[in-house]
C-alpha cells in the first residue's frame, strides 16, 4: 500500500528566508508525487508533479522539488520565502506508471503547516 | 470560470438529518473525486467516478451514496448524520482515471454537524 509521510507538522520561517518541506513516500514502484498547497478556507492547488525525467521539478509561485529514489524522498523548496507562501502543504503520491485499475487515487501525508514571520 | 465547483461551501445540519452536496467541473475531465478532510487536515479519497461509473469505493459507511448523473456532476449524498461527519469534502477531478493525471480540486464544503 502507498503512504507518505510528512515529518515536520509546523515549520516557522522569516520572510526572505529559504524553506525546505521535507516528504517521504513508500511506495512499490516508481510513483508521481505531487506537492498541493491549501490556503485558509481554500481548495487545494496543485504546485508541482513529478512523473518521470529530471528528478528536480519546477512548480509555480517559484516552488521546486526533487524526487530522490535512494531516499524515497520528494522535499519541496523555496530559496525565499514571501508572506503569502503562509498555508498548509501537502505532498501526494499517486499510482505509478504501468499500474492499472484503482484509479487515479491519490494518498496524502498529513500535511504541513508553514507560517512566515515578517 | 471555476473549474470544479463545489455547493454548499458551507453546510450546518443536525444529527440525523440528510443532506446533499453537488459538484460539477467544466474542464471535460472523465474522472471524478470526492475526498474528506479531517479535523486534523488530513485528507483521505472516498469514492472515484469514471465516465458515472464507481470505480472506487474507499470503505465508506453506506450513509454515504455518491451519484454521478454526467460525467461533469458527482454528488454526495449523506443519509443519518452523524457528529463524525464534521469534515470539508473537496470534489476532485482528473482527465483520465489513472496515474499520472493532475487532479484538480474544488473549493471544498465545510460540513458541521450539531
Known amino acids: 500500500a502507498q503512504s507518505v509521510t510528512q515529518p515536520d507538522i509546523h515549520i516557522t520561517v522569516s520572510e526572505g528566508a529559504s524553506l525546505e518541506l521535507r516528504c517521504n513516500y513508500s511506495?512499490?514502484?516508481?510513483?508521481?508525487l505531487f506537492w498541493y498547497v491549501q490556503s485558509p478556507g481554500q481548495g487545494l492547488q496543485l504546485l508541482l508533479k513529478y512523473f518521470s525525467g529530471d528528478t528536480l521539478v519546477q512548480g509555480i509561485k517559484g516552488f521546486e522539488a526533487e524526487f530522490k529514489r535512494s531516499q524515497s524522498s520528494f522535499n519541496l523548496r523555496k530559496p525565499s520565502v514571501h508572506w503569502s507562501d503562509a498555508a498548509e502543504y501537502f505532498c501526494?503520491?499517486?499510482?505509478?506508471?504501468?499500474?492499472?485499475?484503482?484509479?487515479?487515487?491519490?494518498?496524502f501525508g498529513t500535511g504541513t503547516q508553514l507560517k512566515v514571520e515578517l | 470560470d471555476t473549474a470544479v465547483s463545489q455547493t454548499p461551501k458551507y453546510l450546518v445540519t443536525q444529527m440525523g438529518n440528510d443532506k446533499s452536496i453537488k459538484c460539477e467541473q467544466n474542464l471535460g475531465h472523465d474522472t471524478m473525486y470526492w475526498y474528506k478532510q479531517d479535523s486534523k487536515k488530513f485528507l483521505k479519497i472516498m469514492f472515484s467516478y469514471n465516465n458515472k461509473e464507481l470505480i472506487i469505493n474507499e470503505t465508506v459507511p453506506n450513509r454515504f451514496s455518491p451519484k454521478s448523473p454526467d460525467k461533469a456532476h458527482l454528488n454526495l449524498h449523506i443519509n443519518s448524520l452523524e457528529l463524525g461527519d464534521s469534515a470539508v469534502y473537496f470534489c476532485?477531478?482528473?482527465?483520465?482515471?489513472?496515474?499520472?493525471?493532475?487532479?484538480?480540486f474544488g473549493q471544498g464544503t465545510r460540513l458541521t454537524v450539531v
Open positions: 511506495y512499490g514502484a516508481t510513483p508521481y
Open positions: 501526494a503520491v499517486g499510482a505509478g506508471r504501468g499500474v492499472t485499475g484503482g484509479g487515479n487515487k491519490l494518498t
Open positions: 476532485a477531478s482528473s482527465l483520465y482515471p489513472r496515474g499520472g493525471t493532475e487532479a484538480f
